[in-house]
Protein backbone atom coordinates (compact mmCIF):
# COMPACT_ATOMS: atom_id res chain seq x y z
CA UNK A 1 0.00 0.00 0.00
CA UNK A 2 1.15 3.39 -0.92
CA UNK A 3 1.06 6.71 2.08
CA UNK A 4 -2.51 7.50 1.08
CA UNK A 5 -3.92 3.58 0.90
CA UNK A 6 -1.85 3.15 4.34
CA UNK A 7 -3.66 6.31 5.84
CA UNK A 8 -7.01 5.33 4.62
CA UNK A 9 -6.58 2.06 6.15
CA UNK A 10 -5.46 3.83 9.78
CA UNK A 11 -8.14 6.37 9.35
CA UNK A 12 -10.89 3.64 9.93
CA UNK A 13 -14.35 4.27 11.62
CA UNK A 14 -13.45 3.27 15.05
CA UNK A 15 -10.47 3.27 17.35
CA UNK A 16 -10.65 -0.74 17.45
CA UNK A 17 -10.43 -1.26 13.75
CA UNK A 18 -7.45 0.96 13.31
CA UNK A 19 -5.54 -0.58 16.27
CA UNK A 20 -6.27 -3.96 14.35
CA UNK A 21 -5.36 -2.72 11.32
CA UNK A 22 -1.75 -1.17 12.47
CA UNK A 23 -1.48 -4.54 14.24
CA UNK A 24 -1.66 -6.45 10.86
CA UNK A 25 0.47 -3.38 9.31
CA UNK A 26 3.43 -3.89 11.93
CA UNK A 27 3.27 -7.38 12.05
CA UNK A 28 3.81 -7.44 7.71
CA UNK A 29 6.72 -5.46 8.36
CA UNK A 30 10.03 -7.00 7.37
CA UNK A 31 12.19 -4.50 9.22
CA UNK A 32 11.60 -1.33 11.38
CA UNK A 33 12.19 2.06 10.52
CA UNK A 34 15.66 3.44 10.27
CA UNK A 35 15.49 4.79 13.97
CA UNK A 36 16.28 9.00 14.19
CA UNK A 37 16.24 8.99 17.78
CA UNK A 38 17.92 13.03 18.00
CA UNK A 39 14.19 13.50 17.21
CA UNK A 40 11.02 13.65 19.62
CA UNK A 41 7.57 15.19 18.83
CA UNK A 42 5.07 16.13 21.77
CA UNK A 43 2.68 18.34 19.63
CA UNK A 44 0.98 16.22 17.36
CA UNK A 45 -2.79 16.89 16.56
CA UNK A 46 -5.13 14.23 15.39
CA UNK A 47 -8.72 14.02 14.19
CA UNK A 48 -9.66 14.42 17.24
CA UNK A 49 -9.33 18.44 16.64
CA UNK A 50 -8.21 18.47 13.89
CA UNK A 51 -4.99 16.81 12.04
CA UNK A 52 -5.12 13.81 8.90
CA UNK A 53 -4.64 11.55 11.11
CA UNK A 54 -6.41 9.25 13.33
CA UNK A 55 -4.31 8.54 17.07
CA UNK A 56 -3.51 5.37 15.39
CA UNK A 57 -1.97 6.76 11.90
CA UNK A 58 -0.44 9.75 13.83
CA UNK A 59 1.64 6.73 15.64
CA UNK A 60 2.58 4.67 12.71
CA UNK A 61 3.15 8.17 10.34
CA UNK A 62 5.36 9.45 13.15
CA UNK A 63 7.27 5.94 13.64
CA UNK A 64 8.14 5.74 10.11
CA UNK A 65 9.71 8.93 9.93
CA UNK A 66 12.18 7.38 12.39
CA UNK A 67 10.66 8.80 15.77
CA UNK A 68 11.43 6.67 18.83
CA UNK A 69 8.67 8.86 21.30
CA UNK A 70 5.63 11.06 19.81
CA UNK A 71 2.75 12.99 21.87
CA UNK A 72 -0.42 13.81 21.29
CA UNK A 73 -1.44 17.64 21.48
CA UNK A 74 -5.53 18.09 20.62
CA UNK A 75 -7.79 21.38 21.72
CA UNK A 76 -10.08 21.11 24.57
CA UNK A 77 -10.15 17.61 24.22
CA UNK A 78 -8.29 14.50 25.41
CA UNK A 79 -10.39 12.07 24.00
CA UNK A 80 -8.05 10.59 21.66
CA UNK A 81 -5.25 9.66 24.00
CA UNK A 82 -6.27 5.90 25.20
CA UNK A 83 -5.96 5.17 20.79
CA UNK A 84 -2.64 6.86 21.11
CA UNK A 85 -1.32 5.25 24.03
CA UNK A 86 -2.66 1.48 22.95
CA UNK A 87 -1.00 1.83 19.14
CA UNK A 88 2.47 3.25 20.63
CA UNK A 89 2.40 -0.14 22.72
CA UNK A 90 1.40 -2.27 19.21
CA UNK A 91 4.03 0.18 17.53
CA UNK A 92 7.23 0.13 20.53
CA UNK A 93 6.47 3.91 20.75
CA UNK A 94 6.80 5.87 23.30
CA UNK A 95 4.00 8.38 24.26
CA UNK A 96 3.05 11.49 25.98
CA UNK A 97 -0.83 12.18 26.40
CA UNK A 98 -1.73 15.90 27.17
CA UNK A 99 -3.91 18.22 25.75
CA UNK A 100 -4.06 22.36 24.38
CA UNK A 101 -6.97 24.91 25.18
CA UNK A 102 -7.03 28.86 25.31
CA UNK A 103 -6.55 30.31 28.15
CA UNK A 104 -7.69 33.89 29.31
CA UNK A 105 -5.66 36.32 31.39
CA UNK A 106 -8.37 38.56 32.20
CA UNK A 107 -7.13 40.31 35.52
CA UNK A 108 -3.23 39.95 34.80
CA UNK A 109 -1.04 43.15 33.00
CA UNK A 110 -1.93 41.02 29.62
CA UNK A 111 -5.38 41.16 29.64
CA UNK A 112 -5.48 43.74 26.96
CA UNK A 113 -1.87 42.42 25.36
CA UNK A 114 -1.50 40.07 22.51
CA UNK A 115 0.76 36.89 23.68
CA UNK A 116 0.23 33.73 21.47
CA UNK A 117 -2.96 34.37 20.01
CA UNK A 118 -3.42 35.36 16.31
CA UNK A 119 -6.60 36.21 16.78
CA UNK A 120 -7.35 37.55 20.27
CA UNK A 121 -5.82 39.64 22.46
CA UNK A 122 -6.09 38.41 26.26
CA UNK A 123 -6.23 35.20 25.20
CA UNK A 124 -2.72 32.41 25.58
CA UNK A 125 -2.16 29.13 24.14
CA UNK A 126 -1.53 26.60 26.83
CA UNK A 127 -0.65 22.86 26.98
CA UNK A 128 -1.21 20.49 29.59
CA UNK A 129 1.50 18.12 29.41
CA UNK A 130 2.12 14.57 30.58
CA UNK A 131 -1.46 13.70 31.97
CA UNK A 132 -1.57 10.00 34.07
CA UNK A 133 -3.83 7.65 32.09
CA UNK A 134 -6.09 7.44 35.38
CA UNK A 135 -6.75 11.33 35.17
CA UNK A 136 -7.96 11.09 31.21
CA UNK A 137 -11.70 10.54 32.03
CA UNK A 138 -10.92 13.51 35.12
CA UNK A 139 -9.86 15.95 32.15
CA UNK A 140 -12.12 15.34 29.73
CA UNK A 141 -15.25 15.39 31.96
CA UNK A 142 -14.72 19.28 32.24
CA UNK A 143 -13.17 19.44 28.20
CA UNK A 144 -16.25 18.16 27.14
CA UNK A 145 -17.92 20.96 28.98
CA UNK A 146 -15.98 23.83 27.01
CA UNK A 147 -16.24 21.87 23.85
CA UNK A 148 -20.12 22.43 23.93
CA UNK A 149 -19.66 26.13 24.80
CA UNK A 150 -17.14 25.85 22.09
CA UNK A 151 -19.85 24.82 19.57
CA UNK A 152 -22.04 27.63 20.41
CA UNK A 153 -19.59 30.08 19.15
CA UNK A 154 -18.75 27.50 16.10
CA UNK A 155 -22.49 28.23 14.88
CA UNK A 156 -22.08 31.95 14.91
CA UNK A 157 -18.77 31.72 13.17
CA UNK A 158 -20.24 29.53 10.56
CA UNK A 159 -23.41 32.11 10.45
CA UNK A 160 -20.68 34.68 9.78
CA UNK A 161 -18.46 33.04 6.81
CA UNK A 162 -21.79 32.26 5.41
CA UNK A 163 -22.42 36.12 5.49
CA UNK A 164 -19.57 36.44 2.85
CA UNK A 165 -19.87 33.85 1.04
CA UNK A 166 -23.01 33.39 0.08
CA UNK A 167 -23.17 35.90 -2.71
CA UNK A 168 -20.83 33.26 -4.05
CA UNK A 169 -23.39 30.29 -4.36
CA UNK A 170 -21.52 29.15 -1.51
CA UNK A 171 -22.86 28.00 2.13
CA UNK A 172 -22.22 25.72 4.91
CA UNK A 173 -24.68 23.84 7.56
CA UNK A 174 -22.78 23.27 10.39
CA UNK A 175 -24.34 19.66 11.10
CA UNK A 176 -24.31 18.45 7.58
CA UNK A 177 -21.06 19.88 6.30
CA UNK A 178 -18.40 20.28 9.59
CA UNK A 179 -19.73 18.00 12.40
CA UNK A 180 -18.82 15.05 10.05
CA UNK A 181 -15.62 16.28 9.50
CA UNK A 182 -14.92 15.53 13.27
CA UNK A 183 -14.98 12.80 15.92
CA UNK A 184 -17.54 15.08 17.95
CA UNK A 185 -19.38 11.79 18.58
CA UNK A 186 -16.54 10.28 19.83
CA UNK A 187 -15.36 13.37 21.92
CA UNK A 188 -12.89 15.19 19.78
CA UNK A 189 -13.70 19.05 19.29
CA UNK A 190 -14.36 20.93 16.92
CA UNK A 191 -12.08 24.41 15.71
CA UNK A 192 -11.93 26.84 13.38
CA UNK A 193 -9.74 24.76 11.41
CA UNK A 194 -13.02 22.54 11.15
CA UNK A 195 -15.17 25.26 9.65
CA UNK A 196 -12.30 26.23 7.01
CA UNK A 197 -11.81 23.20 6.07
CA UNK A 198 -15.38 22.30 5.34
CA UNK A 199 -15.15 26.25 3.63
CA UNK A 200 -12.20 24.71 1.72
CA UNK A 201 -13.93 21.93 0.15
CA UNK A 202 -16.61 23.97 -0.58
CA UNK A 203 -14.28 26.26 -2.88
CA UNK A 204 -13.37 23.83 -4.54
CA UNK A 205 -16.17 22.55 -5.56
CA UNK A 206 -17.80 25.43 -6.71
CA UNK A 207 -15.06 26.80 -8.52
CA UNK A 208 -12.15 23.99 -9.00
CA UNK A 209 -9.15 23.63 -8.01
CA UNK A 210 -7.49 25.48 -11.19
CA UNK A 211 -9.41 28.59 -10.22
CA UNK A 212 -8.89 28.42 -6.46
CA UNK A 213 -5.91 31.39 -6.74
CA UNK A 214 -8.17 33.94 -8.78
CA UNK A 215 -11.11 32.99 -6.91
CA UNK A 216 -8.76 34.10 -3.73
CA UNK A 217 -7.55 37.41 -5.60
CA UNK A 218 -10.39 38.38 -7.51
CA UNK A 219 -13.62 37.67 -5.17
CA UNK A 220 -12.11 37.23 -1.48
CA UNK A 221 -9.46 40.18 -2.11
CA UNK A 222 -6.93 37.76 -0.60
CA UNK A 223 -3.24 37.51 -2.16
CA UNK A 224 -1.31 34.33 -0.75
CA UNK A 225 2.72 34.29 -0.75
CA UNK A 226 4.73 33.44 -3.25
CA UNK A 227 5.35 29.84 -1.48
CA UNK A 228 1.96 29.31 -1.06
CA UNK A 229 0.82 30.50 -4.61
CA UNK A 230 3.09 27.58 -5.78
CA UNK A 231 1.21 25.38 -3.75
CA UNK A 232 -2.02 26.46 -4.77
CA UNK A 233 -0.53 26.00 -8.86
CA UNK A 234 -0.36 22.34 -8.00
CA UNK A 235 -4.01 21.26 -8.79
CA UNK A 236 -3.41 17.54 -8.71
CA UNK A 237 -1.69 17.99 -5.01
CA UNK A 238 -2.81 15.45 -2.10
CA UNK A 239 -2.09 18.94 -0.20
CA UNK A 240 -4.08 20.90 -2.12
CA UNK A 241 -7.20 21.29 0.26
CA UNK A 242 -5.02 21.82 3.75
CA UNK A 243 -3.13 24.36 1.61
CA UNK A 244 -6.48 26.20 0.80
CA UNK A 245 -7.27 25.54 4.78
CA UNK A 246 -4.00 27.45 5.46
CA UNK A 247 -4.66 30.46 2.89
CA UNK A 248 -8.18 30.61 4.90
CA UNK A 249 -6.83 30.34 8.22
CA UNK A 250 -4.06 32.84 7.57
CA UNK A 251 -6.26 35.51 5.75
CA UNK A 252 -9.87 34.88 6.37
CA UNK A 253 -10.23 33.74 10.36
CA UNK A 254 -9.60 37.28 11.06
CA UNK A 255 -13.02 38.20 9.07
CA UNK A 256 -14.79 35.13 11.15
CA UNK A 257 -13.56 35.03 14.01
CA UNK A 258 -15.85 35.39 17.08
CA UNK A 259 -13.76 35.92 20.66
CA UNK A 260 -13.68 32.71 22.56
CA UNK A 261 -14.39 34.32 26.20
CA UNK A 262 -17.18 31.93 27.28
CA UNK A 263 -15.84 29.00 26.60
CA UNK A 264 -11.98 29.95 28.37
CA UNK A 265 -10.55 28.79 31.58
CA UNK A 266 -8.89 31.67 33.33
CA UNK A 267 -5.10 31.34 34.47
CA UNK A 268 -5.91 30.38 37.80
CA UNK A 269 -8.40 27.89 36.72
CA UNK A 270 -6.02 26.19 34.68
CA UNK A 271 -3.13 25.88 37.08
CA UNK A 272 -5.79 24.35 40.07
CA UNK A 273 -7.29 22.36 36.86
CA UNK A 274 -3.55 20.97 36.26
CA UNK A 275 -2.72 20.12 39.54
CA UNK A 276 -6.07 18.32 39.89
CA UNK A 277 -5.50 15.94 36.45
CA UNK A 278 -1.40 15.78 37.67
CA UNK A 279 -0.41 17.76 33.87
CA UNK A 280 2.68 20.02 33.52
CA UNK A 281 0.59 23.04 32.77
CA UNK A 282 3.05 24.88 29.84
CA UNK A 283 3.13 28.65 27.87
CA UNK A 284 3.17 27.98 24.51
CA UNK A 285 5.45 30.59 22.72
CA UNK A 286 4.79 31.51 18.98
CA UNK A 287 7.38 34.85 18.97
CA UNK A 288 6.76 37.34 16.42
CA UNK A 289 6.29 35.38 13.33
CA UNK A 290 8.33 36.85 9.66
CA UNK A 291 7.73 34.38 7.32
CA UNK A 292 5.40 31.36 8.30
CA UNK A 293 6.53 27.96 8.07
CA UNK A 294 3.23 26.01 7.26
CA UNK A 295 1.36 29.01 5.25
CA UNK A 296 -1.26 29.85 8.14
CA UNK A 297 -0.27 32.74 9.90
CA UNK A 298 0.40 35.85 9.24
CA UNK A 299 4.08 38.54 9.61
CA UNK A 300 2.57 39.36 12.90
CA UNK A 301 4.23 40.59 16.03
CA UNK A 302 2.98 38.75 19.34
CA UNK A 303 4.76 38.37 23.00
CA UNK A 304 8.44 39.40 22.00
CA UNK A 305 8.25 42.76 23.52
CA UNK A 306 7.45 41.72 26.69
CA UNK A 307 8.39 38.18 26.94
CA UNK A 308 10.61 38.40 30.71
CA UNK A 309 7.93 40.30 31.95
CA UNK A 310 5.41 38.22 30.88
CA UNK A 311 7.06 34.74 32.09
CA UNK A 312 7.79 35.78 34.98
CA UNK A 313 4.17 36.24 36.17
CA UNK A 314 2.93 33.38 34.39
CA UNK A 315 5.99 31.40 36.51
CA UNK A 316 4.71 32.82 39.94
CA UNK A 317 1.49 32.24 38.66
CA UNK A 318 1.97 28.53 38.43
CA UNK A 319 2.88 27.80 35.19
CA UNK A 320 5.46 25.32 35.30
CA UNK A 321 6.62 24.71 31.90
CA UNK A 322 7.22 26.09 28.37
CA UNK A 323 6.38 24.67 24.78
CA UNK A 324 8.11 26.06 21.56
CA UNK A 325 9.03 24.76 18.09
CA UNK A 326 12.29 25.64 16.61
CA UNK A 327 11.79 25.44 13.16
CA UNK A 328 9.26 28.51 13.75
CA UNK A 329 11.74 30.71 15.41
CA UNK A 330 15.08 32.30 14.43
CA UNK A 331 18.39 31.13 16.04
CA UNK A 332 18.30 34.66 18.47
CA UNK A 333 14.33 34.32 19.93
CA UNK A 334 15.24 30.74 20.22
CA UNK A 335 18.59 31.69 22.57
CA UNK A 336 16.61 34.15 24.04
CA UNK A 337 13.53 32.11 25.50
CA UNK A 338 15.70 29.11 26.44
CA UNK A 339 18.11 31.25 28.67
CA UNK A 340 14.89 33.14 30.40
CA UNK A 341 13.52 29.80 31.28
CA UNK A 342 16.42 28.26 32.59
CA UNK A 343 16.60 31.65 34.68
CA UNK A 344 12.50 31.13 35.72
CA UNK A 345 12.94 27.59 36.60
CA UNK A 346 10.77 26.18 33.92
CA UNK A 347 10.70 23.06 32.20
CA UNK A 348 11.26 23.12 28.49
CA UNK A 349 9.23 21.04 26.12
CA UNK A 350 9.40 20.60 22.47
CA UNK A 351 6.75 19.96 19.61
CA UNK A 352 6.53 20.36 15.96
CA UNK A 353 2.44 21.21 15.60
CA UNK A 354 1.19 18.97 13.27
CA UNK A 355 -1.88 19.63 11.57
CA UNK A 356 -1.51 19.17 8.16
CA UNK A 357 -0.63 16.83 5.51
CA UNK A 358 2.29 18.57 4.05
CA UNK A 359 4.02 19.03 7.60
CA UNK A 360 7.19 16.46 8.45
CA UNK A 361 6.51 14.97 12.18
CA UNK A 362 10.68 15.46 12.72
CA UNK A 363 11.72 19.09 13.07
CA UNK A 364 15.10 18.82 11.71
CA UNK A 365 16.48 21.62 14.24
CA UNK A 366 16.47 19.04 16.84
CA UNK A 367 19.29 17.46 15.49
CA UNK A 368 21.44 20.80 16.90
CA UNK A 369 22.88 19.70 20.28
CA UNK A 370 21.96 22.58 21.91
CA UNK A 371 18.04 21.18 21.54
CA UNK A 372 19.41 17.42 22.76
CA UNK A 373 17.64 18.68 25.89
CA UNK A 374 14.37 18.86 24.80
CA UNK A 375 14.26 15.10 23.19
CA UNK A 376 15.90 14.52 26.89
CA UNK A 377 12.25 15.89 28.25
CA UNK A 378 10.21 14.04 26.02
CA UNK A 379 11.51 10.89 27.25
CA UNK A 380 11.22 12.31 30.85
CA UNK A 381 7.42 12.64 30.09
CA UNK A 382 7.54 8.96 28.54
CA UNK A 383 8.56 7.91 31.60
CA UNK A 384 6.42 9.50 33.67
CA UNK A 385 3.82 9.00 32.53
CA UNK A 386 3.96 5.10 32.62
CA UNK A 387 4.80 5.07 36.33
CA UNK A 388 1.48 6.86 36.65
CA UNK A 389 -0.16 4.56 33.99
Given amino acids: MDKKQILAYLNAGTAKERLAHLSELIARETQR ?14 TFSFSPYSPTAAVYFARAEGLLTCGIMDHD ?9 EAGKIAGMGTTCGFETRVSLKGTPFETRRTN ?13 SVPCEKFDTAQARLSRMILRRNERNKKMVAVINGIMEKYGIRLDFEKDVVPLSEFKNGGSITERHLLYALSLRIIDKVGCANVPAFLENELGIHPSAKVRAWLSDTESEHFAYDLLGVMKSELNARTYIPADDEMLTLSEAVAFA ?5 ILCYAYLGDIGDSVTGDKKAQKFEDDYLEELLTYLRNAGVEGLTFMPSRNTAAQLDR ?17 INSSRQSFICKELADPKFAHLVDAAWRLVRREIRED
Fill in 337 to 353: LMALSDRLGFTQISGED
Fill in 275 to 279: KEIGA
Fill in 117 to 129: HPDQAGAAYMTFH
Fill in 33 to 46: PAARPEYANNHIHT
Fill in 77 to 85: TIAGAREFR
